[in-house]
């Protein structure tokens, strides 16, 4: 009977103890605009009760090789300690970090690029976290959309909602336009490829997607009038 408590107690005790991650998202997405720096972040704290030992690996991408004549992306990547650009070479695609992460402590990890004068297309950078200390996986992606800078902002143009996020079937827009008088609704997918287009009738109602034949992933809507977007929002596809 005591080697049963003591086997408890020192589960409970170990248990206790252990390290419990947390992030404010576990995927980011931004707006990339010529010529301009462009943060991606994610958030991780430790919520447990001992520092947290951290590696990482590149899981996929599609920002290290695009094939541009005229040159390529300026990347960076920055983890617990350390950040990596491809100034001189490759941004590297795994780290251990030299410190745990305190109890308590949060770090931003995020994703930066620049894209110059190259041409600008959807990409992604997917990394698994693996919390060494409580032997847990995590995974956390970074989208960039290929934005033009002078896209309008939504508040002004777009009152637009979607639901379920994640779809299985169906998705549905609800939008209230302003200052648009030939809008479309345009699906894409994570490459960039035209997936779907609905011309909305109307500036205020409610728009109906079939996802029914689309694969699982990552999707993007935009409200566009003339090839000009005025809304994006991304949204999953799950069966």
Request: hydrophobic share 35%; net charge negative.
């Amino acid at each position: 009977m005591l080697k049963k408590l003591l086997l408890i107690l020192t589960l409970f005790i170990s248990f206790s103890g252990m390290s419990q991650l947390s992030f404010d998202t576990d995927s980011a997405y931004v707006t990339m605009e010529p010529g301009t720096e462009k943060y991606c972040k994610i958030y991780l704290t430790n919520e447990g009760t001992t520092p947290a030992m951290l590696e990482w690996r590149l899981l996929s991408s599609t920002m290290k090789d695009f094939g541009n004549p005229d040159g390529t992306w300026r990347l960076g990547f920055c983890d617990c300690r350390q950040c990596y650009s491809n100034d001189f070479s490759e941004v590297i695609d795994t780290n251990t970090c030299l410190t745990p992460l305190d109890t308590g402590a949060t770090k931003d990890w995020y994703m930066l690029v620049d894209p110059g004068s190259v041409s600008m297309r959807n990409a992604e950078w997917i990394i698994e976290v693996h919390n060494v200390t409580e032997g847990t996986y995590d995974t956390l992606s970074y989208f960039f959309l290929p934005e033009p800078s002078s896209i309008n902002k939504v508040t002004v143009n777009a009152d637009v909602s979607s639901y379920p996020n994640p779809a299985k079937d169906e998705f549905i827009v609800d939008y209230q336009l302003t200052n648009i008088s030939t809008p479309v609704l345009v699906i894409y997918n994570l490459v960039g490829g035209r997936v779907a287009t609905y011309p909305l009738n109307s500036r205020t109602g409610v728009q109906k997607v079939n996802t029914s034949e689309m694969d699982n992933g990552l999707y993007f809507y935009t409200i566009e009038e003339n090839g000009q977007r005025y809304f994006t929002q991304r949204f999953n596809v799950i069966h």
